[in-house]
């Protein structure tokens, strides 16, 4: 975090002993312990929440760019099938003109299941 090696560490000590004292050296120690393991917390925390964030909004990215393909790819599979039931097309006709004609062998299963035949003994 901060550039301080040995050397200044000491220094730091020697002046604190010197200007606290040996009574309240502990103590002071101990506090300025308390605040940078408090501080240190604090900017972990930060550290997560925009590294948290960061990630969501790449998966957001992620899944806006997937959500665009697949309708791209979704669009290119129906363009056959609207090109096949165009208005114009043979399949779209023959879609939409009723079914009139019954061949015979239609017509004699249709009207055999509709109408069964009577007993011939009674």
Do not use: C, H, Y
Not at 5 to 34: D, H, N, Q, S
Not at 46 to 57: F, G, K, M, T
Not at 60 to 70: F, H, M, N, P, V
């Amino acid at each position: 975090m901060f550039d301080i090696g040995f050397a200044e560490i000491l220094l730091i000590g020697v002046v604190a002993l010197i200007v606290l004292g040996p009574e309240k050296l502990p103590t002071a120690v101990r506090a300025v312990g308390l605040w940078m393991g408090r501080a240190k917390r604090a900017v972990s925390s930060i550290q997560s929440e925009i590294s948290e964030e960061l990630r969501l909004d790449e998966m957001r990215r992620t899944a806006s760019i997937q959500k665009e393909e697949l309708d791209k790819e979704l669009n290119e599979m129906k363009q056959p099938f609207n090109q096949a039931f165009a208005d114009d097309s043979p399949i779209a006709k023959a879609a939409s003109s009723p079914v009139t004609e019954q061949s015979d062998d239609v017509a004699a299963v249709t009207n055999s299941v509709a109408k069964p035949e009577k007993p011939a003994n009674e």
